[in-house]
């Protein structure tokens, strides 16, 4: 049901509230006395709040106003300033009332109880004033028509003295105005129908009749209405049973030929709405008690609004209003003579009939029968999101289409932005310059200092300078050194207390050893003595090997008492790796100076790795990541910046965008260093995330210079990269390549049948040639078999009992030999059409395509039973031949090939259902044959299918229609045409299902693969169906393959 609720007892007119604020509350006018008897005792004005949304809680009056007369016609006008100075703020109510006057109230007043009448004038000369409508407009403009064919005009902008005037000095109506209605493009325009069947066009402005339409017959004009966004449509709708039809008007092409006629109604129209809020709706009410909602689409009538189904009445206790119910008078008690759209709630509607019932109705669930959602439920924009952060979006008032990039990251854009612009201005060495001046974080700094230090000529020089080691300072202190003797007591020492002095007798050892060659003995003599200078230049007199012994053990005895001595032990014995090992963490920027001081080229990164693996064991991450970039080494050095990335994301919560800008462009600079484009695979996913991230941006380029890696994620970026919008730009940042594919193309082919030469088929032609001269032979020869049959049969039926137990017996215990060759008679033969193999009786004709098998032989029949029933000679008679050929509709009724026949019919041999007509060739056994189907593609003649399918045949005819209105060649036709059959026999046969559910299901897919333009897939269902489903449904499967390859050359994506 669509009623919301209704109001009892009220025969009335009605008019809805046009403020949003109170969009529930319609005004009631009665249009009877309300008393028992025929006296006038006036009418009343009452306010009702409908709760619409609350349909629960039904009607709830508001206030109420007796009249003097009753109620003609009802209007409620908009709230404006021009009026009272905007002091009625729920707008007026106006009402044409009985007896010619027309009264103004203010609806605040009627509800709080209050003096509400503001107006009242009287300007019809006689009768009721049954058309009354407030200017939407402009709502300081009443117009009124009365019984006496006159239209005027009030001005309410000063309500104790209101400016009446007629809308032209020199014309009006001959018979009674009974519809008015304003123009709702133009203020000044305003129409009134009339009872002599014409429809006046006021112009205001001009004084003057603007056109006028006139019905040919002269019927009554009941109802006038404009089109609420098009100020040249206007419909009408006649009174007349005889003609009842809406007729919608042009006013730029016509006023004597109405643009389109509505039939629907079966008696005289007595009001009708156009509905405000969607110009393609209309609700019509009628004396053949119909209230019919229609699509001004298609104009014709969508649904009906239903009446109330009347109870059984308790006819003893029942009134005499409801007796007259009781007894058939209810539908025509039902008959609605006004119909009105609310003018704020969409969708909601109002009724008065004759039962004396205001009700109202939600059209909402009747609307959308028409196949579309009204209006006002329609998206008034729509968007698309494309790749790139592309954004095409167009709306319903400009309709203008609207290409933009959407950017969600815009701190993302700019620093990526400013990255790329300083890049490409400035080298390498300036952008890392600038970053270890610029950042805020100590441990970036360094990071950018080192890498400014790679791309140096002289880096290791560079590299000391950057540990705070300048050679040319340090250089220029040591020249500049001055020890003060006073300070470490040198001044006050003496040769005497100098410690190692060499005694007379040490003396005489060490030059008698000289004496004779002995440089080990005096190199010995000397550190006993403690002269180790001594033994330094003795031993460089004495070898190398007495050199490299006298420095080890020089180094032995003194390191521990001046620590540079190690480094220089270190440096003479290149022993850098366990002087690494030997060194303090801490004092890490000295041990890398050395290392750049004296290690060679082809050490240093091996020793710088040393180093960082060392400071990684003491839990320096940061000063081993400095080593490793020393080193060159690009997967250890980017750990602790992945470390770095990772602590940002998990401070975040997620993806650090800003933090991953970071981490790329270190990585990418450190590229650059090392002369490499290539990513590390465990870095690839978040160079893909960082391009990902970009495109989506509209950064597609800068993407492109990032979507480096042979990850699946990446390979499916570079290919979106490349067929975007800025495919050349893309190209060239990819290095000017095209990417591979990154997805698996298949050859789908499609499963073709067995072709059959000519030779061949004119081979088969023969052999059916002369099985047809064998069968002809064989005709003569079998009617005498059977005349033989029936002398034996005869014979049989003297015989005895026991020879018949004995034949039978004999026939029990009897089994025929199996064997896999074919029967006596038979031969195997191939189809020229399909392939297939088939099997031919010789002798009979009979064909079948299931292989054959000997039949065992039938037992003797006893004389009770061939008493009562015919012999198998007998039942092969051609009458009944006759009947069983038309049972099965084949022709092909032995046993062979319907084993079923033998136990109905006795029938255990062979057959000729052509005995007594003309064998016009071989036939091949089928099922039953049904009707053909046509293939004329009428939708409207397609049959009712079920709601599951009804998606799959809208996107079938909306392709075949797609498809009409491209250019085709005269090939494209052919093929056309062969599609729209097919189209047009599978869904006549889905109707009448006739198609399996499997079979329709594997269709439905493949409509949702066309609807997303995937072809291939569309095209490997069909072919699918051909290789199971061709022998059953090949009249639609040739036709569904034509439509695909002449849409995927037609739409290509």
Known sequence: MTKITQIEDRSATTAWCPIRSHADVIALGTKDSGGGGFDDTGGELDLYDLNVAQSKEGPKMLGSVKCTSRFASLGWALPTAKIGNGKYDMGLIAGGMEN??????????????????????????????????????????????????????????????PVISAPAADKSQSAQITSLAWNTQVAHIVASASGDGTVAVWDLKGQKAWCELRETTGHAISDVAWNPSQGLHLLTAIADDRNPVLKLWDLRASTSMPLATLTGHQQGILSMAWCPHDEHLLLSCGKDNRTILWDLYTLKPIAEVPNDTPASQDMGNASSTELFGASGLASSQQRRYDVQWSPVKRGVASTCSLDRKVQAHSILGLASQCGRPPKWLRPSSSASFGFGGAVVSCGAVDKIVRCQTVVEQPDLVNISK????????????????????????????????????????????????????????????????????????????????????????????????????????????????????????????????????????????????????????AIIHSQLEELIQESNPQKWKETLAILSTYSKSEDFPTLCISLGDLLEKNGDAKSASLCFMCALSLDRAIAFWRQQLKEADDKKGSHDLLALHKFVIKVSIFLQAVGSSAVLSQDADLFALYASRLSEQGLLETAAKYARGESASIKVLKDRLYRSRASPACLAAMGGTPPDFPFTMVDVKVSRQPTISKQQQRVAQLQQQQQYQQQQAQQQAQQEQQQQAQAAQAQAQAQSQAAYQQTAQANNTQAAPASDALPAGWAAYQDPTTGSTYYANQATGETSWERPQAAPAARAATPTQQMQQPSAAAASTPSTNT?????????????????????QYGNVGTSDPYANTSRPGTARVAAVEKPPVSGTLHPDRIGQLADDYIPMQDMLLSLVDALKNTQLSAGDKRQLAEAEKGVAVFLKRLARGDVPTDVAGKMMTMTTSIQSYDWRSAQSIQTGLVSTDWKEHKDWLKGIKALLQLSSKKFRT
């Open 100 to 161: 010619g006057s027309v009264h103004v109230w203010n609806p605040k007043g009627v509800m709080s109880n209050q003096p509400s009448i503001v107006a009242s004038y009287s300007k019809h000369s006689s009768g009721p004033v049954k058309a009354l409508r407030f200017n939407t407009l402009d709502p300081t403009l009443l117009a009124t028509g009365g019984s006496d064919g006159q239209v005027y005009i009030a001005n309410l902008e000063h309500l104790d003295k």
């Open 418 to 569: 400013s990255f790329e612009a300083e890049m490409a201005a400035t080298t390498p060495i300036d952008f890392c310059a600038t970053q270890s001046v610029k950042c805020k974080d100590p441990k970036d700094a360094e990071i950018w200092g080192f890498m400014q230090v790679i791309f140096e000529t002289n880096a290791r020089q560079q590299l000391l300078g950057h540990l705070g080691f300048h050679p040319d300072a340090i250089s220029k202190a040591a020249a500049e050194y001055k020890e003060d003797p006073t300070s470490n007591g040198v001044a006050n020492m003496s040769l005497s207390d100098a410690k190692g002095a060499m005694s007379e007798a040490a003396k005489e050892t060490v030059k008698n050893a000289l004496l004779v060659g002995d440089f080990q003995a005096a190199v010995d003599c000397c550190f006993e003595t403690g002269n180790l200078a001594d033994a330094l230049v003795l031993a460089s007199c004495g070898g190398g090997e007495l050199w490299a012994n006298t420095q080890t053990r020089f180094f032995e005895r003194e390191a521990s008492k001046r620590p540079y001595l190690s480094i220089v032990s």
């Open 883 to 903: 009947k069983m050929a038309s049972k099965y509709g084949d022709g092909f009724v032995t046993s062979a090939s319907h084993p079923e026949l033998a136990s």
